[in-house]
């Protein structure tokens, strides 16, 4: 049997932002950090995650292309892996490896043990990103409840 590992399975509406306020990279790590931090699983644990996020970034950067980042680190101080999604109201030079500024983030955190279900969501994300009508939708969201929805549809096939 196939598992299938579903975005919309660690994301929920508290942890969605659709106004980003930062102006550069390292304050929209800050800002993502903190939309993790109203989960559970990442709680008291923020700054850990953030330079986790940091250390990740000096690797090379995770603007996939496309005004999209996906931000993405893996710390044991984690209870589960957990996904954040932020609109930025100011494109931000990301050092994608397309040169264009960012204006779309994915985020997201994993235990260390947890690399399978890391690496599919990190599949996952950057499959359905590929897609301008994906990205115009997610541009056009007003509420974090139709970014759910746009996910869940994308997710689904239909």
Avoid: W
């Avoid at 559970?40 to 953030?50: A, F, K, S």
């Avoid at 609109?87 to 490896?97: Q, V």
């Avoid at 985020?107 to 994906?134: C, G, N, W």
């Amino acid at each position: 049997m196939i598992d299938i590992v579903r975005i919309t399975d660690y994301l929920t509406e508290d942890l969605i932002n659709l106004h980003l306020k930062s102006t550069s990279k390292s304050e929209v790590l800050e800002e993502l950090s903190d939309l993790l931090a109203k989960s559970d699983n990442v709680g008291e644990n923020r700054n850990v995650v953030l330079k986790a996020l940091v250390y990740r970034e000096k690797l090379g950067s995770t603007g996939i292309g496309k005004g999209v980042a996906v931000p993405h680190a893996k710390t044991d101080v984690i209870k589960g892996l957990t996904i954040a999604f932020g609109i930025s109201d100011a494109k931000i030079n990301f050092k994608s490896i397309d040169n264009e500024d960012v204006n779309i983030f994915f985020v997201f955190a994993s235990p260390t043990k947890d690399s399978q279900t890391y690496l599919k969501v990190l599949a996952r994300i950057s499959r359905l990103i590929r897609e301008i009508p994906f990205r115009k939708e997610l541009l056009a969201c007003k509420e974090p409840a139709e970014v759910i929805a746009c996910i869940r549809k994308r997710e689904s096939g239909s």
